[in-house]
């Protein structure tokens, strides 16, 4: 058995019951046999042994009260996955979906992420089992107070910076902020990114992960003599990834055609309104059959996938797994042409075959939606700095980030002979970051 091979197996029987974090660690781990063969010191340092351990990884209970007196308790973690980098750095996601294992997953991905960033940023992930939908605005209050009673004594600017992610967004990080602030008596700075602009948030990060996509997306297309001018895209999700894609890809002259959330899916043959529709999403906090009710021109389907519908590029931007093979082969078959991950991990490995097998542009999350992360390592210089930066000054930086990502990437599946495999290209990349900072600091 190869030496990837023995690794990958060893974390998996030592972690059973864990599908999401052995999907992640298999993706990456076998695209990384290559590297071995050329850097044998990486054998030998045990660096692939140590990275599919994660640094630390806490649970804890999270009680509180609801609106109606009643006493809930739910689960929140917290993974310290790698500070190879810099300080553990990464989301917080509240989805009744939360386990233990998505929580690993993520932080696996997003210590590879973060390197390829290029910004110093390690890899860290959050969440809970908790479910914002339907909760009123004292019980998300009171849950992030409590959440962060316990999460507060673990992160800190200089050890570990959590974000937002699903369910989690600008109200969120500042009801978590507030309370961290009431528990250590500091004001935080950077303890949190994803902050409002009045209180240290960065100017351009609501729209950081969505731009940055599209930005990667436009510059993988131009070096295949294409572009998104006059492009059908079909976008899933209904969140702050979505609609910001969305967004971002009707400014460079391509057409959004589809969004999603939870209950179906609409389908504008005109484009998707974006002022509209952030008005439903962010302003009322309504479900998609509102923009179907208030614009003549869009349909609704309840269930279903958007990948049903033709387009020429696909960005899924609302969850894992949500991309089966069934997807692929109709996105594929309607001529669709490059597939890029705003959500983690949204393409299962049988789609991603589907994608190889008939030449369609794929860019993997880790590269693909690295543009929020990198943009809240830029609201932690700021909050350093103790000086902000105008919207277009981030903008640009995130720009060049992505621009950045794209180089490494195909650089990476370049030298090891796969030029277009942006998967392979993206996990050697971000390993190679990792792997050389850990190479620096001995056994740890
Ligand atoms: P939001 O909470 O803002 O939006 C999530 C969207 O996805 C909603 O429309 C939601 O629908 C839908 N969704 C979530 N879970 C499911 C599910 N199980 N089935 C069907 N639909 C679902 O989250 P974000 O936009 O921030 O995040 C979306 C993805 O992007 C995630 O994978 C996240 O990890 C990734 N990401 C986010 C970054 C960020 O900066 N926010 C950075 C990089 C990646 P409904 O409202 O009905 O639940
Ligand atoms: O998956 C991700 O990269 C995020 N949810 C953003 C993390 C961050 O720290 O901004």
Same mark, same amino acid.
């Given at each position: 058995?190869?030496?990837?091979?023995?690794?990958?197996?060893?974390?998996?029987?030592?972690? $059973?019951?864990?599908?999401?974090?052995?999907?992640?660690?298999?993706?990456?781990?076998?695209?990384?046999?290559?590297? #071995?063969?050329?850097?044998?010191?990486?054998?030998?340092?045990?660096?692939?042994?140590?990275?599919?351990?994660?640094?630390?990884?806490?649970? #804890? +209970?999270?009680?509180?009260?609801?609106?109606?007196? &009643?006493?809930?308790?739910?689960?929140?973690?917290?993974?310290?996955?790698?500070?190879?980098?810099?300080?553990?750095?990464?989301?917080?996601?509240?989805?009744?979906?939360?386990? *233990?294992?998505?929580?690993? #997953?993520?932080?696996? &991905?997003?210590?590879?992420?973060?390197?390829?960033?290029?910004?110093?940023?390690?890899?860290?992930?959050?969440?809970?089992?908790?479910?914002?939908?339907?909760?009123?605005?004292? !019980?998300?209050?009171?849950?992030?107070?409590?959440?962060?009673?316990?999460?507060?004594?673990?992160?800190?600017?200089?050890?570990?910076?959590?974000?937002?992610?699903?369910?989690?967004? /600008?109200?969120?990080?500042?009801?978590?902020?507030?309370?961290?602030?009431?528990?250590?008596?500091?004001? $935080?700075?950077?303890?949190?990114?994803?902050? *409002?602009?009045?209180?240290?948030?960065?100017? *351009?990060?609501?729209? @950081?992960?969505?731009?940055?996509?599209?930005?990667?997306?436009?510059?993988?297309?131009? +070096?295949?003599?294409?572009?998104?001018?006059?492009?059908?895209?079909?976008?899933?999700?209904?969140?702050?990834?979505?609609?910001?894609? /969305?967004?971002?890809?009707?400014?460079?002259?391509?057409?959004?055609?589809?969004?999603?959330?939870?209950?179906?899916?609409?389908?504008?043959?005109?484009?998707?309104?974006?002022?509209?529709?952030?008005?439903?999403?962010?302003?009322?906090?309504?479900?998609?059959?509102?923009?179907?009710?208030?614009?003549?021109?869009?349909?609704?389907?309840?269930?279903?996938?958007?990948?049903?519908?033709?387009?020429?590029?696909?960005? $899924?931007?609302?969850?894992?797994?949500?991309?089966?093979? @069934?997807?692929?082969?109709?996105?594929?078959?309607?001529?669709?042409? @490059?597939?890029?991950?705003?959500?983690?991990?949204?393409?299962?490995?049988?789609?991603?075959?589907?994608?190889?097998?008939?030449?369609?542009?794929?860019?993997?999350?880790?590269?693909?939606?690295?543009?929020?992360?990198?943009?809240?390592?830029?609201?932690?210089?700021?909050?350093?700095?103790?000086?902000?930066?105008?919207?277009?000054?981030?903008?640009?930086?995130?720009? !060049?980030?992505?621009?950045?990502?794209?180089?490494?990437?195909?650089?990476?599946?370049?030298?090891?002979?796969?030029?277009?495999?942006?998967?392979?290209?993206?996990?050697?990349?971000?390993?190679?970051?990792?792997?050389?900072?850990?190479?620096?600091?001995?056994?740890?």
């Amino acid at each position: 058995m190869s030496y990837t091979s023995e690794v990958l197996e060893r974390a998996i029987a030592r972690s $059973p019951g864990e599908p999401e974090f052995h999907q992640a660690l298999r993706e990456v781990i076998e695209t990384l046999g290559g590297i #071995f063969e050329r850097r044998p010191e990486f054998v030998r340092w045990k660096i692939l042994d140590r990275l599919v351990e994660p640094d630390r990884f806490v649970s #804890f +209970r999270v009680p509180w009260v609801d609106g109606a007196g &009643e006493v809930q308790v739910n689960r929140g973690y917290r993974v310290q996955y790698n500070s190879a980098i810099g300080p553990y750095k990464g989301g917080i996601r509240f989805h009744p979906s939360v386990t *233990g294992s998505v929580i690993k #997953f993520l932080g696996f &991905e997003q210590t590879f992420k973060n390197g390829l960033t290029g910004l110093p940023i390690g890899g860290g992930k959050g969440g809970a089992d908790f479910d914002p939908k339907g909760k009123s605005d004292t !019980e998300v209050l009171a849950f992030c107070q409590s959440f962060v009673n316990e999460l507060y004594r673990h992160i800190g600017p200089d050890t570990d910076v959590p974000a937002g992610d699903i369910g989690v967004g /600008a109200r969120e990080v500042g009801y978590m902020t507030g309370q961290y602030k009431r528990l250590t008596g500091n004001m $935080p700075g950077g303890v949190f990114t994803g902050k *409002g602009p009045s209180y240290g948030g960065s100017l *351009g990060r609501p729209q @950081a992960t969505g731009y940055g996509l599209v930005y990667l997306m436009e510059e993988l297309l131009r +070096r295949k003599g294409l572009s998104f001018e006059g492009k059908r895209v079909a976008v899933s999700g209904a969140g702050n990834v979505a609609i910001y894609s /969305a967004e971002k890809v009707a400014q460079l002259g391509g057409k959004p055609v589809t969004v999603s959330d939870s209950g179906g899916y609409i389908y504008d043959a005109d484009g998707v309104d974006i002022e509209l529709l952030k008005r439903i999403k962010f302003e009322r906090n309504e479900r998609l059959t509102a923009y179907r009710d208030a614009k003549p021109s869009a349909e609704y389907k309840a269930g279903g996938m958007v990948w049903e519908i033709p387009c020429d590029v696909a960005l $899924p931007c609302a969850t894992q797994n949500e991309l089966p093979k @069934a997807g692929a082969e109709l996105l594929v078959k309607n001529g669709c042409k @490059a597939v890029g991950e705003g959500a983690n991990m949204p393409s299962t490995p049988e789609a991603v075959e589907v994608f190889a097998e008939n030449g369609v542009i794929f860019a993997p999350g880790k590269a693909a939606n690295a543009g929020g992360v990198s943009v809240s390592a830029l609201e932690m210089t700021q909050n350093s700095m103790r000086r902000p930066w105008t919207f277009e000054e981030v903008d640009r930086s995130l720009l !060049e980030i992505m621009k950045g990502i794209v180089r490494q990437i195909t650089e990476a599946a370049e030298t090891f002979g796969q030029p277009d495999n942006l998967v392979l290209g993206a996990n050697a990349a971000g390993f190679l970051r990792v792997a050389e900072a850990m190479m620096g600091q001995g056994v740890v």
